[in-house]
């Protein structure tokens, strides 16, 4: 099955309980309505809040890059030895 | 017992794209060769016509190394990544295939956590992540990083794909999987990291994870611009219809 099906699958259940919730009137018909004004809303909030949270939970790794400084010198003196051509810098 | 069989006769592919890579491709050989003692494998370098004589660099690393181990697959100029690993992939004779950029934004030395990684799970496919704990970037500004988890929240909503980095491309593959993906997706730059992911995770591929750092590019920049963002949403919108 595709996944945009998948999706839209969800999205037709979700709108089917919508509308029963609209003809069975528990809750009062004005709050109803409002309903998917608050889904999408919410959504947009929990997206909001993930790049929010994986922004700051951001993995970051500076020793890394003074590693990578220490293997390139030693790369470099190796293939030096063995008269690699890789430049004079 | 088949398991036990696959680990003595496994050999690996490495295969690495190049363009104008000359420094590079030297240090991540030195270093490919540095951290895989006691394993049977490979590298394939696919060099797309670069005028600043990687080339070169790549006869005179056969000549240390051997031309056994380091085989070189040039193209006569720029022609795509995907093709790039399709091109590597004919000269491959390993059962598995690493993929691996050439510009030390992936190190070398996480290899043997990839392979251990498979060799424990039976995995189809090992994939870098940058987005655990163990992993991370380094050079990236606020500014990147906010893109980078807008499009990771994005993407996780509407594709589901099961992988936490999904446009990372340090992978190692069963080679007919690969094979099999590689014929199958038709997405270009990073993007096509992106299909190839979510492609085998739809086939129901087994796919492992490892944590990688990620250095971005010491020599020279590194590039994301605008086109690159609507790239990126028309491949989530095609992968939307087409996975």
Same mark, same amino acid.
């Given at each position: 099955m595709k996944h945009i099906v998948k999706i839209l699958s969800i999205l037709v259940?979700?709108?089917? &309980?919508? $509308?029963g919730l609209l003809h069975i009137s528990i809750v009062p018909k004005s709050q109803t309505w409002l309903l998917p004004l608050y889904l999408i809303i919410s959504l947009a909030c929990y997206g909001l809040l993930m %790049?929010?949270? !994986?922004? &700051?939970? #951001?993995?970051?790794?500076?020793?890394?890059a003074v590693l990578l400084q220490q293997d390139v010198v030693e790369a470099k003196d190796f293939l030096r030895q063995k008269g690699v051509d890789i430049g004079s810098d | 017992m088949a398991e036990k069989q696959e680990r003595e006769k496994s050999k690996f592919s490495i295969i690495v794209p190049t363009y104008n890579e000359r420094l590079n491709i030297a240090l991540v %050989?030195?270093? $490919?060769?540095?951290? *895989?003692?006691?394993?049977d494998f490979e590298i394939i370098v696919v060099d797309d016509g670069s005028p600043d004589g990687t080339q070169e660099i790549v006869k005179q690393l056969q000549q240390v190394y051997g031309d056994d181990r380091i085989i070189l697959a040039a193209r006569p100029k720029k022609l795509g990544l995907g093709t790039a690993y399709a091109h590597g992939l004919k000269h491959a004779s390993g059962n598995f295939i690493v993929i691996m950029d050439a510009d030390l934004s992936h190190h070398p030395k996480y290899l043997p956590s990839f392979i251990k990684k498979q060799m424990e799970t039976g995995a189809s496919i090992v994939t870098g992540t940058r987005y655990v /704990?163990? !992993?991370?970037?380094?050079?990236?500004?606020? &500014?990147?990083?906010?893109? /980078?988890r807008g499009a990771n929240v994005l993407a996780h909503t509407i594709l589901w794909p099961g992988v936490s980095d999904l446009t990372g491309s #340090?992978? *190692?593959?069963?080679?007919?999987? %690969?094979?099999?993906? $590689?014929? /199958?997706?038709? /997405?270009?730059?990073? %993007? #096509?990291?992106m299909e190839m992911i979510v492609r085998a995770s739809r086939k129901g591929h087994h796919i492992e994870e490892v944590p990688i750092t990620f250095v971005d590019r010491v020599y020279g920049s590194s590039k994301l611009g605008g086109s690159e963002i609507v790239e990126y949403l028309k491949g989530l919108v095609y992968l939307l219809f087409t996975t």
């Amino acid at each position: 099955m595709k996944h945009i099906v998948k999706i839209l699958s969800i999205l037709v259940a979700v709108a089917a &309980m919508w $509308i029963g919730l609209l003809h069975i009137s528990i809750v009062p018909k004005s709050q109803t309505w409002l309903l998917p004004l608050y889904l999408i809303i919410s959504l947009a909030c929990y997206g909001l809040l993930m %790049v929010g949270v !994986g922004l &700051m939970r #951001f993995p970051t790794c500076p020793q890394e890059a003074v590693l990578l400084q220490q293997d390139v010198v030693e790369a470099k003196d190796f293939l030096r030895q063995k008269g690699v051509d890789i430049g004079s810098d | 017992m088949a398991e036990k069989q696959e680990r003595e006769k496994s050999k690996f592919s490495i295969i690495v794209p190049t363009y104008n890579e000359r420094l590079n491709i030297a240090l991540v %050989v030195y270093l $490919i060769f540095k951290h *895989l003692r006691d394993i049977d494998f490979e590298i394939i370098v696919v060099d797309d016509g670069s005028p600043d004589g990687t080339q070169e660099i790549v006869k005179q690393l056969q000549q240390v190394y051997g031309d056994d181990r380091i085989i070189l697959a040039a193209r006569p100029k720029k022609l795509g990544l995907g093709t790039a690993y399709a091109h590597g992939l004919k000269h491959a004779s390993g059962n598995f295939i690493v993929i691996m950029d050439a510009d030390l934004s992936h190190h070398p030395k996480y290899l043997p956590s990839f392979i251990k990684k498979q060799m424990e799970t039976g995995a189809s496919i090992v994939t870098g992540t940058r987005y655990v /704990s163990g !992993g991370g970037v380094h050079g990236w500004n606020l &500014m990147r990083k906010l893109t /980078s988890r807008g499009a990771n929240v994005l993407a996780h909503t509407i594709l589901w794909p099961g992988v936490s980095d999904l446009t990372g491309s #340090f992978r *190692l593959y069963r080679k007919s999987v %690969v094979e099999d993906l $590689i014929r /199958s997706c038709v /997405s270009k730059g990073y %993007v #096509f990291q992106m299909e190839m992911i979510v492609r085998a995770s739809r086939k129901g591929h087994h796919i492992e994870e490892v944590p990688i750092t990620f250095v971005d590019r010491v020599y020279g920049s590194s590039k994301l611009g605008g086109s690159e963002i609507v790239e990126y949403l028309k491949g989530l919108v095609y992968l939307l219809f087409t996975t």
